[in-house]
C-alpha cells in the first residue's frame, strides 16, 4: 500500500509536468492547426532561461516569471518570423520548418549554454516522514505550480476576452473571422500563452529531472503528444486528462511492471484508447 | 585548340596533384578517433592539445625522417555508429597509420575497422573490458582496463586503510547504467566484491538518460544496503543521488572516474555528495616529478592545465612516435605494419635498454644506437600479451566540498 501511494504521488507529479505541455501544444494547435515540433525547444528555453536568471542574482520565484515570460515572447517572435508567413501554404511546410527551428535551437541552447549537464537550482529536499510512508516534497511542489497554472488557464479561457477569443477561433476560425474576431491578434496571443506555458513545463521539467541537458525538450515531446493526443488534440481539456493517465500510465508501469519501459507505458496506453476512441478521450471539444 | 585545352588541363592536373603528392610523401598522419562533439565532446578537447604538443616537438626535432607528424581528426560523437563512420574515413580515406583513440562508448563501431585493415590503436582512453584479451598485435592501450578499476573500487570499499572514517562496507549494491562504457565495471565490481568477501547484494541495470530512476532506486534501497557503487553519466548519477536521497537513503557512494571531479559536485550539490568516494586514475607514484614537469610544460603550450586522459595521451602519442622513429631508424617502411611491429620494442623492459621518459630523449638514446624502455607518465607502459598496462589508482573522498584523495592503491595492490 505504501508503494502505491508513493507511486501514486509520483505519477501525478509525472502527469502534472507533461499537462503544462501538453495544455500548451494544445491551444496552439486549436488556433493554427499544426503541430509544432519545435515546442519540446520552448520547454529547454524556459528551464535554461531559469537557471540563467538565478544566476544573475533572480530569487527562483521571480527567475521563473521572468524566464517565462521571455520564452513567451521569443515563441512569439519565433512563431511571426518562421509560421506565420507559412500558415496559408499547407501542412508540411509548416512541419517540416518547426523540425527545422527545433534542431536550431537545440543547438543554439548547447552553444549558448554548453553540452555539461547544468543543476537546476532547487535546494535539496528530505521527504515528509509519515511513518511507513515517505511524501517526497518536490513532486508535491510540482502537483502544486500545475494545478494553479491550469486554474490560471481555465480562468483565462472561460473568463478573459482573449482566452473567449481563441477558443471561438478555435472551434471555428471562418466564423469567428466574420464576426469581427480579429485572427491575427487571437493568433499573436496564442503563441504567447502556449510557449509562456512550455517555458513553465520546462521548469518542472527540470525540477523532477534535476539535470539540465539541451535534448531535455525534444526528448519530452514524444510523451506530450502521446497526451495531447490521448485527450483529443485541439483540446485543452482533454489534453490535461490525457496527461494525467500518461503520467499515472508511466509512474505504475515503471513500478509494477518493469523499469525500463516506463515511456512504452504511456503509448500502449495510446494505443488502447485509441482503439477505442479513435478521436482521443475528449476528442474535437475545446 | 582542342590539343591545346588537353594540354593546358593536364598541366594544371600535373601542378595541382604534385604538390598533394609531395606533400603526402612528407607527413605522416596520425588520426585522432575520438568524440569532438556531443556530450562527451570534452574527451576530445583533453586529448588533442596534448596529442598535438608532442606531434610539434617530433615535427621540430625533424620529424620522423624528416617528415612531420600530421594530427587528423575523427569525429565518433561519442557513439557506435558515428566511431564507425569515423573510422573508416580515417583508416580508408586518409590513410592513417596509427590511431589515438577511441573511447569505450564508440569502441564497438571502431573494432572491426582496425582489425580488418591491421591498424595499430594506442588508445588513451577506452578503459572498456572488450579490449582486456582481444588481440595481440593491434591494439594498447596507456589507460588501465575497467576491470583493474573495478577491483580496486572493491578493494578500497572493503579495506579501511583505503577510506576515510568509515568501516570497511559489507552489504553493497551496484547500480549500473546499461551502455557499453558502463556495463564493462559490471563484471569486475562484482567478481571482486565476491574476492573481498563482501558479495554485492544486488546488481540493478538502469537505462541512461531516463527522466526518473525513482523505481530503480527503491529496487536498490530494498537490499538495505550500506554502500551503492553507482557507475553512470554524471547526469544519471544526479538523478539517481538524489532520488535516493528524497527515499530517505543515508548510506555510502562509490563513484567512477567521470564523477570524481568538481563539476560532478556542483552538480549533486555539495550536501549530497559530502562523504562520497571516488575512483581516480592517477600518475605512477615514481613518475611524480615528471608528471610534474609535464603539468608545468602544458599549461605554457596550451594556457590551461591538464584534463583528464591528459598523462595517458601523453604516453600513448609518445609509444607511437617512437615506434615510428624506431621503424625509421632501422629502415623500415613507415607503415601500419611497421608501427605495430615497434611499439613493443620501444616499451617492453629489457636489461640493456635505456629508460626513456619522452620523445626527445627516446630519439637521443635511439640515434646513439640503442635500444629503450619508455616509461611514462601512467606508469613503466609495460604491455602485457594484449596491449594492456597496470596502474595504480587514487581513492578520492568529498570532504568540506571538495575531492580530497584518500589513498593510492599501488598496481600490484590489484593482482
Not at chain 1, 535539496?124 to 502537483?143: A, N, Q, S
Request: charged share 15%; net charge negative; no cysteine.
Amino acid at each position: 500500500m505504501t508503494i502505491f501511494l508513493q507511486t501514486l504521488v509520483f505519477g501525478l507529479a509525472t502527469g502534472a509536468v507533461i499537462s503544462l505541455g501538453a495544455v500548451g501544444l494544445s491551444l496552439s494547435y486549436g488556433v493554427t492547426r499544426f503541430i509544432n515540433f519545435s515546442y519540446g525547444e520552448l520547454l529547454t528555453l524556459g528551464a535554461y532561461f531559469t537557471v540563467l536568471a538565478v544566476s544573475l542574482g533572480m530569487g527562483l520565484p521571480l527567475a521563473v516569471i521572468v524566464a517565462t515570460l521571455v520564452v513567451g515572447a521569443i515563441g512569439t517572435l519565433l512563431a511571426k518570423v518562421f509560421f506565420d508567413p507559412l500558415m496559408n501554404r499547407g501542412f508540411l511546410p509548416l512541419l517540416v520548418t518547426s523540425v527545422g527551428l527545433a534542431f536550431v535551437l537545440q543547438n543554439l541552447v548547447r552553444m549558448l549554454f554548453g553540452s555539461t549537464p547544468i543543476r537546476f537550482p532547487l535546494p535539496l529536499m528530505r521527504p515528509w516522514d509519515l511513518g511507513e510512508l515517505f511524501i517526497p516534497k518536490i513532486p508535491v511542489l510540482v502537483i502544486v505550480v500545475a494545478l494553479g497554472a491550469m486554474l490560471a488557464i481555465h480562468l483565462m479561457l472561460h473568463f478573459s476576452d482573449v482566452g473567449k477569443m481563441m477558443r471561438a477561433t478555435s472551434d471555428n476560425p471562418d466564423l469567428a473571422r466574420a464576426s469581427g474576431i480579429f485572427t491575427g491578434r487571437v493568433l499573436s496571443a496564442t503563441w504567447f500563452v502556449s510557449s509562456l506555458i512550455a517555458a513553465l513545463g520546462g521548469v518542472l521539467l527540470a525540477i523532477t529531472q534535476i539535470a539540465l541537458q539541451p535534448v531535455m525538450g525534444w526528448s519530452f515531446l514524444l510523451v506530450v503528444f502521446a497526451a495531447v493526443l490521448l485527450g483529443g488534440i485541439g483540446s485543452p481539456y482533454g489534453a490535461m486528462l490525457g496527461a494525467l493517465l500518461v503520467g499515472l500510465g508511466i509512474e505504475f508501469g515503471t513500478t509494477y511492471v518493469s523499469a525500463d519501459y516506463g515511456q512504452a507505458f504511456a503509448f500502449l496506453i495510446l494505443l488502447l484508447v485509441l482503439l477505442l476512441r479513435p478521436r482521443g478521450i475528449m476528442g474535437g471539444a475545446a | 585548340m582542342i590539343g591545346t585545352i588537353r594540354r593546358a588541363l593536364v598541366a594544371s592536373f600535373v601542378a595541382l596533384a604534385l604538390p598533394a603528392f609531395a606533400l603526402a610523401q612528407e607527413q605522416i598522419e596520425i588520426g585522432l578517433l575520438l568524440p569532438f562533439t556531443g556530450e562527451y565532446d570534452w574527451v576530445g578537447a583533453n586529448v588533442q592539445p596534448v596529442a598535438q604538443m608532442i606531434a610539434d616537438e617530433v615535427n621540430e626535432s625533424g620529424g620522423i625522417g624528416g617528415r612531420d607528424i600530421v594530427l587528423v581528426q575523427g569525429d565518433t560523437e561519442g557513439t557506435v555508429d558515428a566511431g564507425f563512420t569515423a573510422a573508416q574515413k580515417l583508416v580508408n580515406v586518409d590513410g592513417v597509420v596509427g590511431l589515438v583513440g577511441p573511447t569505450s562508448l564508440s569502441f564497438a563501431g571502431v573494432r572491426q575497422v582496425v582489425l580488418d585493415n591491421g591498424v595499430p590503436i594506442v588508445t588513451p582512453t577506452a578503459g572498456t573490458t572488450a579490449l582486456d584479451m582481444l588481440d595481440r598485435t593491434y591494439l594498447f592501450r596507456t589507460v588501465p582496463s575497467d576491470a583493474l578499476g573495478g577491483r580496486a573500487i572493491a578493494r578500497a570499499a572493503t579495506d579501511a586503510q583505503y577510506l576515510a572514517a568509515d568501516e570497511p562496507f559489507s552489504n553493497p549494491v551496484l547500480m549500473v547504467g546499461q551502455a557499453p562504457a558502463m556495463i564493462s565495471f559490471r563484471d569486475p565490481i562484482q567478481r571482486s566484491f565476491d574476492d573481498y568477501g563482501a558479495p554485492v547484494a544486488a546488481t540493478i541495470e538502469f537505462t541512461p538518460g531516463k527522466a526518473s530512476y525513482r523505481s530503480e532506486v527503491q529496487e536498490a534501497m530494498s537490499s538495505d544496503p550500506d554502500l551503492i557503487v553507482l557507475v553512470g553519466t554524471p547526469e544519471d548519477s544526479a538523478r539517481i543521488m538524489q532520488a535516493a536521497f528524497q527515499a530517505g537513503y543515508d548510506g555510502g557512494w562509490f563513484v567512477t572516474q567521470d564523477q570524481t571531479n568538481p563539476e560532478f559536485i556542483e552538480l549533486v550539490t555539495a550536501q549530497l555528495a559530502e562523504g562520497i568516494y571516488g575512483l581516480e586514475e592517477v600518475a605512477d607514484p615514481d613518475s611524480a616529478q615528471l608528471n610534474e614537469e609535464f603539468r608545468a610544460r602544458f599549461e605554457e603550450y596550451a594556457g590551461k592545465e591538464v584534463q583528464i586522459f591528459g598523462t595517458n595521451t601523453y604516453d600513448a602519442m609518445n609509444v607511437i612516435a617512437l615506434a615510428l622513429l624506431r621503424a625509421e631508424l632501422n629502415g623500415e617502411e613507415i607503415s601500419r605494419e611497421s608501427l605495430a611491429a615497434n611499439i613493443r620494442p620501444v616499451t617492453d623492459p629489457g636489461a640493456d635498454k635505456v629508460v626513456v621518459h619522452s620523445y626527445t630523449e627516446g630519439k637521443e638514446a635511439l640515434e646513439a644506437g640503442n635500444e629503450i624502455d619508455y616509461q611514462g607518465l601512467v606508469g613503466p607502459i609495460d604491455f602485457d600479451e594484449y596491449g594492456n598496462i597496470t596502474a595504480p589508482f587514487g581513492i578520492r573522498h568529498v570532504e568540506d566540498g571538495e575531492w580530497v584523495t584518500e589513498a593510492i592503491i599501488p598496481a600490484d595492490a590489484l593482482q
